[in-house]
């Protein structure tokens, strides 16, 4: 009885670990993608709100 779903199991986990890796990749490749729009931007010029918003406390300390 276990012959008949051995290839069902082990197509599912072959496809489970293959989505598995897949989303890993796309997290990788997202995430490189994502630092380079962020050196881009930094490159122009453009602060993160979370940089002005830090600067704008400090200052406001000092007064």
Do not use: C, T
């Not at 072959?14 to 796309?26: E, K, R, Y």
């Not at 630092?35 to 406390?57: C, E, F, H, K, P």
């Amino acid at each position: 009885m276990q012959a008949e779903y051995s290839a069902f199991i082990a197509s599912a986990y072959g496809i489970s670990a293959v989505a598995i890796a897949a989303l890993f990749a796309w997290i990788l490749f997202d995430a490189r993608a994502q630092r380079r729009a962020l050196r881009s931007l930094d490159a122009r010029g453009i602060r993160r709100r979370s940089q002005a918003s830090a600067a704008g406390s400090a200052s406001e300390a000092g007064q």
